[in-house]
């Protein structure tokens, strides 16, 4: 197999602590650059809200990411090598989208955070049922198709979308936004320990894994803009937004990514 062709085949990161620590700021970057849209530009959240649905903040905001979502998605997969610039400018509009959703879910369609989290949780699972039914595997390792690359995509949309509206429900409780983030940071390294020290599936570790960063940065970002009567320290969202944005890039550069081994080359 030639090196040409096994790059062609590898068109996500190698799983690696970079990996993560990117993907959490990508997630908080999402929570701030989401409401930076839809609650302060687009004022869902201030005294002059729109009150039909059709021109709810959180609506807009959901068709303006979802269309930049599905433009990148559809680059990614038109690419013919793994591009970490490409990977993660899509894992940020995803994020993002999935900030709006969420909120368009549990707020304006008024499925509140229970109902609005168990039906993006049946979303998740169905999407990786029938990415399992259609193709065996729902390994990271085996995106080396346009169909998997979709399934993929499409898996990662619902599971952001989830980890928003599921952040939002325990913050909104007794824990509030830090005691929500210790909680979720501790389920992510119990996740770590039962990945080093037992032989469960590695794929089910890794989407529960993917699903829990986001709550994680959801509230983290809360914690970030909200008011401080609410909990938060009422920082600007769209310096907030910025600061994460400069973050994550200087961690792209700083951690050289490689794509991730494909089963194809595997099994060669």
Known sequence: MTEAKNDVLTKVPAITLGFWIIKILATTFGETAGDSV???WLGETTPDAPTSFLQSGYLIGTLIFGAILAALVFIQIRARRFNPWLYWATIIASTTAGTTMADFVTRSIGLGYPGG???LLGSVLTSLFVWRQALGTVSVSSVHEPKAELFYWLTITFSQTLGTALGDWIADGPLGYLGSAVIFSGLLALIALVYFRTAIDRAALFWAAFILTRPLGA??????????????LELSRVWATLVLGVAIVALIMMFRQKAAQSDVQKEA
């Open 38 to 40: 839809s609650m302060s």
């Open 117 to 119: 989290s168990l039906l």
């Open 219 to 232: 509230v983290v970002g809360d914690f970030l803009d909200k008011p401080h009567d609410h909990g938060g």
